[in-house]
């Protein structure tokens, strides 16, 4: 087994896992502390050290909102209030089976979620042992969130000459999976075989390093995208549209002077850690801003969803999906009247169509209610992987959909999936049983064997092979369903739904 590893800034040294044929290393720096000057600045490169740097435990994670215990994603997985939080935070985590460097096992690059305001990789389901088990290398790289990921000012873009500004989350994590390609092969992975996986806003961010001209040419092979609602419009629905530079650059100087009380970068950059936190956190809550991605005309040249639309994205295998419990788009609406009105507001040039699909003619309130009702990551989803299949590239398309157990009945609500992925189960307080293993056990096999060969189909650990995913080719393509069995769909979309994806489809890119 490697237990002494040499990256290009020292040694490192890891700790048996409770897989002893597995060695995990936690807390390997793969950029500078983004702090003092570097704050709001591009990973810097890490100081080299000497000797062999014990890497034993996770490091901090970077500054966030400090979590209660009281919410329901604080019980599933956010219940530490006293978690290490710091600016020195980028850092990432391998779990490697390699017996010696020159294995060359797949990698698989791990970004994970929190609405990029919040998220650590030392979150307990994001364990990689089990994924390390199936022949794979697997990383999680830790990035900057909210203010201080996103943050953008004219001085710090006259700082960078109008490059490298903003997007700090993003460049994080692409400092991390270049780190990896440089790197990896000491710790016996494969630095041509990487693929790139996230969950909500970690799949967002997945979309926007293959969406991104600056990784174009580079070492990402395959991409996986989970819950992130993919292309994610609905005809003029929510979650589109990002920030400009130049909208990104006023937003900070009014937060400069009216939460911060500093007028330059210099006096922003003094300030303690902890109070531009808070005070990032009070802005983004008042509503008068937002800390998300923008528009830079540098990672991001467009809006991310343009960028995947006109296929403007590297050119490699994806696989997306969704849980069916997750991001819900509804028009609440007391009378027809209501409803018209929000549907032309919403959905403007493409309304009459869409209120004929929810038959608003009918007179009948709860039926045109019911029928308006549309999960938008299925349909984001679906178009992504549409869009995908259109450019001649492999996609596939899966819908997780099993009994999630608890007294609380939570359905399948979002981020329920991460259990299964990680086949972390014995990790959660839900009273999950044995076919919930089993699920996690094939789930976790798909999700490796696609990172081996961008095809996920193979064998359980039996030897008998798993049901066959069949990859997504054409509009009426369906996914896997992920439940208390995994099987091709056979359900019909509803009039609605196939309107609506006919709509997006021919009259938004189909041109």
């Not at 630095?191 to 040419?217: D, H, K, Y």
């Not at 995208?225 to 100087?253: M, R, V, Y």
């Not at 403007?312 to 295998?317: N, V």
Request: aromatic letters at 12%; a negative charge.
């Amino acid at each position: 087994m490697i237990h002494i590893a040499e990256t290009e800034s020292g040694k490192v040294r890891g700790i048996t896992s409770g897989d002893t044929y597995i060695i995990a290393f936690k807390g390997i720096p793969f950029a500078a502390p983004a702090a003092g000057d570097n704050r709001w600045r591009v990973p810097q490169p890490v100081t080299p050290w000497e000797g062999i740097r014990n890497c034993f435990e996770f490091g901090p994670a970077g500054m966030q909102d400090v979590y209660t215990g009281t919410g329901f994603y604080d019980r599933e997985w956010h219940n530490d209030p006293e978690m290490p939080m710091s600016e020195d935070c980028l850092q990432l985590n391998i779990w490697t089976p390699a017996k010696t460097p020159e294995d060359r096992l797949p990698v698989m690059v791990w970004i994970y979620g929190g609405g990029l305001q919040g998220g650590h990789p030392a979150e307990m389901e994001f364990d990689g042992e089990r994924i390390a088990r199936r022949g794979v290398v697997i990383v999680t790289v830790n990035y900057r969130t909210n203010v201080f990921g996103f943050l953008a000012h004219p001085e710090i873009t006259a700082e960078n000459g109008g490059k490298h500004c903003t997007n700090f989350a993003l460049f994080d994590q692409k400092a991390g999976i270049d780190w990896v390609y440089r790197n990896i092969a000491a710790f016996g992975g494969d630095p041509e075989n990487i693929t790139i996986f996230g969950q909500s806003a970690g799949g967002r961010s997945v979309l926007c390093q293959i969406a991104s001209p600056l990784n174009a040419g580079g070492c990402i092979k395959r991409a996986i995208s989970q819950s992130s609602a993919g292309i994610n419009f609905a005809i003029g629905g929510h979650g589109a549209d990002h920030l400009t530079l130049k909208e990104a650059e006023e937003q900070g100087e009014r937060f400069f002077r009216e939460y911060l009380g500093v007028e330059t970068l210099e006096e922003a950059r003094k300030l303690d850690a902890a109070f531009v936190r808070d005070k990032g956190a009070e802005f983004r809550n008042s509503r008068q801003g937002q800390w998300q991605f923008v528009v830079d005309g540098d990672f991001l040249p467009d809006q991310p969803n343009t960028l995947l639309l006109e296929n403007k994205r590297l050119q490699i295998p994806i696989m997306a999906g969704y849980t069916t419990g997750e991001f819900f788009d509804v028009i609440s609406a007391k009378s027809l009247e209501e409803f018209e009105k929000k549907a032309r507001i919403l959905y403007g040039e493409y309304a009459d169509e869409f209120l004929k699909l929810c038959e608003f003619d009918s007179g009948d309130l709860d039926k045109v209610l019911a029928l308006s009702k549309v999960n938008g990551s299925p349909f984001g989803s679906k178009l992504l992987v549409m869009r995908a299949a259109d450019a001649g590239l492999p996609a596939w398309y899966y819908e997780f959909d099993p009994e999630i157990p608890g007294e609380d009945h939570p359905g399948v609500f979002h981020s329920s999936d991460l259990w299964f992925v990680f086949e972390t189960l014995g990790k959660c307080w839900r009273p999950f049983v044995g076919k919930h293993y089993d699920l996690a056990r094939k789930v976790c096999n798909y999700w490796t064997n696609f990172a081996k060969c961008g095809d996920p189909n193979g064998n359980d650990a039996d030897g008998t092979p798993m049901p066959v995913w069949e990859p997504f080719t054409g509009d009426e393509s369906r996914p896997i369903v992920f439940g208390d069995t995994v099987h091709m769909s056979d359900k019909e979309l509803t009039p609605c739904v196939k309107g609506m994806y006919r709509l997006a489809a021919d009259k938004l890119w189909r041109k």
